[in-house]
């Protein structure tokens, strides 16, 4: 089947302009000092600079948009989708490319079109950092990964869930007001490519939560290491998006499942822990699997009371 999708000049253009060390490294690839350049080591023939790239081996080089074409197999129209973050409007400009095998989230009826940005993130911040007490660093961390911003309508919090080629494949909204709780989905997102951070290391740390994932962060990994750890948020007990992030992500070998500890549910059923029981059965034969249990709720109750203590 034939795809047009017509992106404006400047779609184009902040497509073109993406950093590319930033888009490797924020799917896991390690990206290394090379004078004044970067060096891709999975690469190390390729040179980075901003934007630009060049292969000494073969002479070619070019920008963010044919990196991914040349190096990830993308078609044209993939390559820009990805590297706007599936936040596009698109008019009358770009040349036809043929999505051939392309999966059903690019037809429009499932495509996943993210709310449009704010111009600024300060409802974000106040929400996660005054009213969840997460550290400032680790929200603005997120935010310059664009894994979360603020949208401009409603001024909820967008998170987003990437494939292994960064294309956005789930959004989820979360409300910035105290006083009314609100979550919700973009249509079209496919749960099991949930909200992750994917590091360098072998460990990955399984929440429910993206806030839980931050609070956690925030408790316990606050140094300038934390990044290379793996994280993920399921969106609830999802026991599919785990399996789905191990099986894209095969360096990771050790598992700690940080699920809620639901030890007041109004049924009786400590849904968290079971989950987290139920998990580590499935991926114990294959990988080192362990229980971290919150001994409050959850690990952000953990973190506003430690915040209520300290500022007595």
Same mark, same amino acid.
């Given at each position: 089947?034939?795809?047009?999708?017509?992106?404006?000049?400047?779609?184009?253009?902040?497509?073109?302009?993406?950093?590319?060390?930033?888009?490797? @490294?924020?799917?896991?690839?390690?990206? *290394?000092?090379?004078?004044?350049?970067?060096?891709?080591?999975?690469?190390?023939?390729?040179?980075?600079?901003?934007?630009? /790239?060049?292969?000494?081996?073969?002479?070619?080089?070019?920008?963010?948009?044919?990196? *991914?074409?040349?190096?990830?197999?993308?078609?044209?129209q993939e390559a820009v989708i990805t590297l706007l973050?599936?936040?596009?409007?698109?008019?009358?400009?770009?040349?036809?490319?043929?999505?051939?095998?392309?999966?059903?989230?690019?037809?429009?009826?499932?495509?996943?079109?993210?709310?449009?940005?704010?111009?600024?993130?300060?409802?974000?911040?106040?929400y996660l950092c005054n009213s969840r007490c997460i550290?400032?660093?680790?929200?603005?961390?997120?935010?310059?990964?664009?894994?979360?911003? @603020?949208?401009?309508?409603?001024?909820?919090?967008?998170?987003?869930?990437?494939?292994?080629?960064?294309?956005?494949?789930?959004?989820?909204?979360?409300?910035? *007001?105290?006083?009314?709780?609100?979550?919700? @989905?973009?249509?079209?997102?496919?749960?099991?490519?949930?909200?992750?951070?994917?590091?360098?290391?072998?460990?990955?740390?399984?929440?429910?939560?993206?806030?839980?994932?931050?609070?956690?962060?925030?408790?316990?990994?606050?140094?300038?290491? /934390?990044?290379?750890?793996?994280?993920?948020a399921l969106g609830g007990l999802n026991l599919e998006?785990?399996?789905?992030?191990?099986?894209?992500?095969?360096?990771?070998?050790?598992?700690?499942?940080?699920?809620?500890?639901?030890?007041?549910?109004?049924?009786?059923?400590?849904?968290?822990?079971?989950?987290?029981?139920?998990?580590?059965?499935?991926?114990?034969?294959?990988?080192?699997? @362990?229980?971290?249990?919150?001994?409050?709720?959850?690990?952000?109750?953990?973190?506003?009371?430690?915040?209520?203590?300290?500022?007595?």
């Amino acid at each position: 089947m034939s795809k047009f999708i017509p992106f404006t000049d400047e779609e184009l253009y902040q497509a073109h302009h993406k950093d590319i060390k930033e888009y490797l @490294e924020s799917i896991g690839e390690k990206v *290394l000092h090379s004078g004044t350049e970067y060096m891709w080591e999975a690469h190390d023939s390729v040179k980075i600079r901003g934007h630009i /790239w060049y292969r000494h081996s073969t002479g070619e080089s070019g920008t963010a948009v044919n990196f *991914l074409m040349t190096f990830f197999d993308f078609s044209f129209q993939e390559a820009v989708i990805t590297l706007l973050d599936g936040n596009y409007k698109a008019t009358s400009n770009s040349k036809p490319v043929d999505f051939i095998n392309e999966p059903d989230i690019y037809h429009k009826k499932d495509r996943v079109v993210l709310p449009q940005k704010n111009t600024n993130n300060k409802r974000l911040y106040a929400y996660l950092c005054n009213s969840r007490c997460i550290d400032y660093s680790v929200v603005r961390y997120f935010v310059k990964k664009g894994l979360i911003y @603020e949208d401009k309508s409603n001024h909820n919090i967008v998170f987003l869930g990437k494939d292994k080629k960064g294309i956005v494949r789930y959004a989820g909204l979360k409300g910035t *007001l105290t006083v009314k709780s609100f979550k919700g @989905e973009i249509t079209g997102s496919n749960k099991i490519y949930c909200f992750k951070h994917i590091g360098l290391s072998d460990v990955l740390f399984v929440f429910e939560a993206f806030i839980d994932l931050f609070s956690f962060i925030t408790l316990y990994q606050l140094n300038e290491n /934390w990044h290379t750890y793996n994280y993920i948020a399921l969106g609830g007990l999802n026991l599919e998006a785990l399996k789905k992030c191990v099986e894209d992500y095969p360096h990771i070998k050790k598992i700690y499942i940080c699920t809620d500890n639901d030890i007041n549910s109004s049924d009786g059923k400590n849904h968290g822990q079971d989950f987290a029981k139920k998990a580590q059965k499935v991926f114990q034969n294959k990988y080192k699997t @362990e229980i971290i249990t919150p001994n409050l709720k959850d690990w952000n109750e953990i973190l506003k009371q430690r915040s209520q203590s300290y500022g007595k």
